[in-house]
Each structure stands twice: as C-alpha cells, then as structure tokens.
Nanobody, 123 residues
C-alpha cells in the first residue's frame, strides 16, 4: 500500500508560481508512474501531468504545457509539480496519484491517491 501526501498549495496571484510536493509513505512508489490531477467544483477530475518511474517520460495537459513541470526524486520518494505563470483557471484541488496505468490520462487507471491540496489563483 502506498500512501500519498500532497503539500505546497495555497493562495497566489495571477502570474505567481507554486511548487507542489507529493510524498510517499508505506511502500516506495519509485517503480510507479506518478501523476497530478486537478478538480474544480462541479467539474470532473482532469489530468494535469504524469512522469514515468525512470523520470524520462513526461506528459502534460495542453492547458499547462510550457507552464508546469513535473519531476520526481525516487531517492526521497517524492514527486513535484512546479507551476509557473499561474492563471485563475488553474484554481482547483490538486491530487497526486501513483500506479501503473495503461492510460496515463485516465484517473481510473491509477491505484493510489493523496487527499489533495488546494490551489487558488486570484486575478
């Protein structure tokens, strides 16, 4: 069982940056794909980014490409999401996920989830 804990969320202004962290406990997630999803009230959970277990295979949603960077440190069992040039439409609860998905973009394909961290971007 892998337990995930997100941190780093908060309230910022348009154009600011935040770095989210996802720490694993219990069992190492070093051999799992790590992903970030987000969910706004009344909307489905949407894919943000994913990174393979070696760290050389990253994918991004078009809406964040060029602004967000996903990374991981397997020695620390921690994943990161660096978010730059934040926009009000990035406001959401951000969730870390881990697993061995057959479809990187599908939330149902991930086995482990954190509780989420809120990101609020004001204009």
């Amino acid at each position: 069982q892998v337990m995930l804990l997100e941190s780093g969320g908060g309230g910022v202004q348009t154009g600011d940056s935040l770095r989210l962290s996802c720490s694993a406990a219990g069992r190492s997630f070093s051999t799992y794909t790590v992903a970030w999803f987000r969910q706004s009230p009344g909307k489905d959970r949407e894919f943000v980014a994913s990174i393979g277990w070696i760290g050389d295979d990253s994918r991004y949603a078009n809406s964040v490409k060029g602004r967000f960077t996903i990374s991981r440190d397997n020695a620390k069992d921690t994943g990161y999401l660096q978010m730059n040039s934040l926009k009000p439409e990035d406001t959401a609860e951000y969730y870390c996920a881990a697993g061995r998905p057959t479809n990187f973009y599908d939330a149902e394909a991930y086995d482990y989830w954190g509780q989420g961290t809120q990101v609020t971007v004001s204009s």
